[in-house]
């Protein structure tokens, strides 16, 4: 037997004894979406007329508020909500227009609190539950796969939201919540939150629902859009709730514009459509010239060294994950890419560093345990090889890579 299958074996028959990791029991999508669907409500914006002009979804938290998008609240004169059999009508209440988080106060309306979790406690590969509630004519059970195909009940592409016309709505036709099950995509770092791009498939009228993760926690509000000529699901972090203004300021008049800044959203949603199409020129040209602009954004920095490294720049990739972890400490995805552009250099000995304050950062991310434990094989410290790989073990027993590593 070789040393190097020798160890493979010792560090899978270690992994067999580790202890299950702590933490809450995952419910299933179905009981997430029995026990969270009422607090998903309908909106329904009217224009001057009093006309059905946009459908669109919330989230109600406690007694007479509810969260939507601003791409649902802005659209038009007046609204009306829809929960528990009933219909409401809603007024506008202080909101964050600027990452496109509208509330609406609802009067009367006494929807049970909500059960609040957080976006920095996610992370990419993570599953998760999107509920809303589609236009008044489209309905059915929607689930996600890992080729991220938006298909409805009828195996069709979906539109999405934001950009598929409402023209022909029927009022009289009931609006139930559905499911659509995804994992988390992407993640990026953004005013004080993650942003972040789920896989799920989302049908018209999902806009501004709500995104729960595995213990039914609301972790974000859907805010579909299309991009780059692809119909999108981002979703605003639950964190940013924190900074609403309180429900007792006067509400200021929306102004149209405002959920939309030049350098805000749109740009990391322009950024988000070029990865996810591997359009490594453009991502790296319009994250350098953000980075002109503002050198303090982490993300964009960050999108820097994933086009570098996807274009084999590896030196310029270290020196942008260097420049975002300079501008965000703990960003712990910056840390595992750094000691990836690392090992593309054979720089073994800064690559395990790199590695090591990823864990450190993230103790439960199973592919930066794995990837240190290979570098420290390439150093030859074998025992420090064994402890990376049980914790990518312990982490995700189905990761074989982790004991079966050899060519």
């Known amino acids: 037997m070789t ?38 409500v309908s909106i329904d914006m009217l224009n001057a007329r009093g006309e059905l002009a946009v459908q669109g979804s919330g989230v109600a938290l406690g007694a007479d508020q509810v969260i939507t998008t601003c791409d649902v609240a802005r659209q038009a004169e007046s609204a009306r909500v829809g929960w528990a059999g009933r219909i409401f009508k809603a007024k506008p209440a202080p909101s964050q227009t600027h990452l496109n988080l509208c ?10 609190s909500l059960a609040l979790g957080g976006a920095e406690k996610l992370r990419v ?15 059915g059970r929607l689930k996600g796969n890992r080729n991220e195909e ?12 934001d950009g598929s016309k409402v023209t022909g709505l029927q009022e009289e036709h009931r609006r139930d919540p559905i499911l659509a099950e995804g994992v988390v995509a992407v993640m990026r ?8 791009r789920i896989s799920a498939p989302l049908l018209p009228g999902f806009s501004g629902g709500g995104l729960f993760d595995e213990q039914g926690q609301l972790v974000g509000i859907l805010s579909p859009q299309r991009v780059e000529g692809e119909s999108l699901a981002f979703v605003l972090p639950s964190d940013w ?10 509400p200021r008049p929306m102004d149209p514009k405002s959920a939309d800044p ?3 959203l749109v740009w990391l949603n322009q950024t988000l459509a070029l990865e996810k199409k591997a359009d490594w020129r453009r991502l790296l040209k319009l994250s350098q010239q953000e980075t002109g602009r503002d050198p303090s954004n982490a993300a964009a920095w960050f999108n820097v060294g994933i086009a570098s490294c996807n274009l084999k720049q590896y030196s310029q990739a270290v020196n942008a994950y260097r420049e975002a ?18 090992a593309h250099l054979k720089d073994y000995e800064n690559a395990s560093q790199a590695y090591e304050d990823a864990v450190r950062l993230d103790p439960d991310n199973g592919e930066a345990w794995y990837d240190l434990g290979n570098t420290y094989h390439h150093l030859k410290k074998y025992a420090h090889t064994i402890h990376a790989y049980r914790h990518a073990l312990r982490i995700d027993p189905k990761n074989f890579r982790a004991w079966y590593n050899w060519e």
């Open 325 to 342: 972890i300079r501008h965000h400490a703990g960003y712990a995805d910056a840390w595992h890419k750094l000691g990836m552009a690392y």
């Open 3 to 40: 040393a190097i299958s020798s160890l493979a074996l010792l560090v899978f028959a270690s992994a067999l004894f580790l202890p299950l990791l702590p933490g809450a029991s995952a419910k299933t999508p179905e009981q997430v979406f029995t026990e969270e669907r009422g607090s998903i």
């Open 125 to 139: 590969g993570q599953p998760v539950n999107a509920i809303g509630l589609p236009h008044a004519r489209l309905g």
């Open 262 to 264: 030049g350098h805000g």
């Open 189 to 196: 770092p953004y005013a004080g939150s993650r942003y972040m």
């Open 103 to 112: 509330r609406l106060r609802v009067a009367g309306m006494h929807a049970p």
């Open 241 to 250: 709730l924190d900074s609403l203004p309180k429900m007792t300021q006067a």
């Open 150 to 161: 938006r298909r409805n009940g009828r195996d069709r592409i979906c539109p999405m939201c």
